[in-house]
């Protein structure tokens, strides 16, 4: 079974804080996602990796950067958090044309 | 741009009933579609995926159907369970983008 790992399910900052949020997959997958999720708003595509220190923009992209180091990690940074980025980050991977499978979210606040 | 819409917005049905939900996508040009399921707090879980040269695929309980011309599928629940209670969301991979999705039905079947 895919194992898609976020290293945190809840997590507090500060405004103004440097805030990373990782991810790891098990199955060797080319592409990750990062979305975040809020009510009535649905999923929306931060940023996206097709290969190893690849990564293209998704929706909303202002605000965050990311990193792919190596193929199974990729890190969602907030440069300087804002109480308007409190919400639910889910990562996800997959295969080309295969289902993309979901981490557990980390739920963050940024006071 | 690709447009995923899921009606209604939230379903609630006593347990036992049959069931279907909705949803529809603006450009008929897909690779595949996704029907996907999230709990409370948690991340998506994959449910069923229809390739574009195909017309359903089934999972236990569970029938999705894609019509490409008319830019519809719909997620058969039979004999609802009180466990199935969630939010499903409908995705379109269209090749060479990221999958747009829906915002979700969210279903309650009460015992």
């Known amino acids: 079974d895919v194992k898609v790992t976020q290293s945190s399910r809840y997590l507090v900052k500060r405004t103004g804080e440097k805030v990373f949020l990782e991810c790891v997959q098990d199955?060797?997958?080319?592409?990750m996602f990062w979305y975040r999720q809020d009510p009535g708003l649905g999923l929306r595509l931060i940023y996206f990796s097709y290969d190893v220190k690849m990564k293209e923009k998704g929706d909303i992209p202002e605000g965050y950067s990311v990193s792919r180091e190596k193929k199974e990690r990729f890190s969602l940074i907030l440069e300087s958090a804002s109480t308007n980025q409190t919400s639910m980050y889910l990562c996800?991977?997959?295969?080309?044309?295969?289902?993309?499978?979901f981490g557990d979210g980390t739920r963050l606040s940024i006071l | 741009k690709q447009e995923v819409t899921q009606i209604p917005a939230a379903l609630s049905v006593p347990e036992g009933e049959n069931l279907v939900l909705n949803c529809s996508f603006t450009?008929?040009?897909?690779?595949?579609l996704q029907w996907f399921r999230q709990d409370p707090g948690k991340g998506l879980t994959s449910l069923l995926l229809?390739?574009?040269?195909?017309r359903e695929q089934t999972s236990g309980r569970l029938n999705a159907s894609l019509d490409k011309s008319s830019g519809r599928s719909t997620l058969y629940i039979a004999a609802s369970q009180p466990g199935d209670s969630a939010t499903y969301l409908c995705a379109v991979d269209s090749g060479n983008t990221p999958l747009v999705f829906g915002k979700g039905t969210r279903l309650s079947v009460i015992a």
């Open positions: 996800a991977s997959s295969l080309v044309g295969q289902p993309q499978h």
């Open positions: 199955m060797d997958h080319e592409n």
């Open positions: 229809i390739q574009s040269s195909q």
């Open positions: 450009d008929s040009a897909i690779y595949n």
